[in-house]
Antibody
Framework: QVQLQESGPGLVKPSETLSLTCSVSGYPISSGYYWGWIRQPPGKGLEWIGSIYHSGTSDITHYNPSLKSRVTISGDTSKNQFSLELSSVTAADTAVYYCARAYCGGDCNSLYIWFDSWGQGTLVTASS | QSALTQPPSASGSPGQSVTISCTGTSSDVGGYNYVSWYQQHPGKAPKLMIYEVTKRPSGVPDRFSGSKSGNTASLAVSGLQAEDEADYYC??????????FGGGTKLTVL
């Protein structure tokens, strides 16, 4: 049974970088799934941020075009964790941030994915 | 990319059936069979209910079913139960390695 747990600061100052880590237990992040970040502003809907897939010796990352210039997702297979960095945050980045595992249909080179396991989510507030 | 369009709300009485729509374009919903649906109870993480338009993960009741016609996907819930009251979100592959969610539908069991 895979379990995911988000961790990181709950408060980030505007213009600074939001950094979160997702610790995964029960399944190696190097084995055949995408791993991703999704956020949900208070009272609003879900927004996909980006996803990472560990393919042999390299990582495949895909990002939401509206956030791409500010987002980096990376993985640490030795710790079985993956991380999110979102730079130059504003109040609009205030949200509950979820990490999730995504199964991929097809050959996993394209983002034919659906999220089958989620972390509990962590609220990050961008405020001075 | 724009969010997929869902009705803000839907409702039905216990035992009844309800359908939630998710409208996109030929570049997302209409172009690929990679539509998924998620259920979210207040304060909880989303839960996968349907993937690849019509498939149910193990453990999801067969009261939940998915379909697609053209650029619109649908989630049908039959035999409504009190625990089905939640927010529901659709998601679709949107081409060029993009993923898009719908705005969400609040399902109320009257």
């Amino acid at each position: 049974q895979v379990q995911l747990q988000e961790s990181g600061p709950g408060l980030v100052k505007p213009s600074e970088t939001l950094s979160l880590t997702c610790s995964v237990s029960g399944y190696p992040i190097s084995s055949g799934y995408y791993w991703g970040w999704i956020r949900q502003p208070p009272g609003k809907g879900l927004e996909w941020i980006g996803s990472i897939y560990h393919s042999g010796t390299s990582d495949i990352t895909h990002y939401n075009p509206s956030l791409k210039s500010r987002v980096t997702i990376s993985g640490d297979t030795s710790k079985n964790q993956f991380s999110l960095e979102l730079s130059s945050v504003t109040a609009a980045d205030t949200a509950v941030y979820y990490c999730a595992r995504a199964y991929c249909g097809g050959d996993c080179n394209s983002l034919y994915i659906w999220f089958d396991s989620w972390g509990q989510g962590t609220l990050v507030t961008a405020s001075s | 990319q724009s969010a997929l369009t869902q009705p803000p709300s839907a409702s039905g009485s216990p035992g009844q059936s309800v359908t939630i729509s998710c409208t996109g374009t030929s570049s997302d919903v209409g172009g690929y069979n990679y539509v998924s649906w998620y259920q979210q109870h207040p304060g909880k993480a989303p839960k996968l209910m349907i993937y690849e338009v019509t498939k149910r993960p193990s453990g999801v009741p067969d009261r939940f079913s998915g379909s697609k016609s053209g650029n619109t996907a649908s989630l049908a819930v039959s035999g409504l139960q009190a625990e089905d009251e939640a927010d529901y979100y659709c998601s679709s592959y949107a081409g060029s390695n993009n993923l898009v969610f719908g705005g969400g539908t609040k399902l109320t069991v009257l």
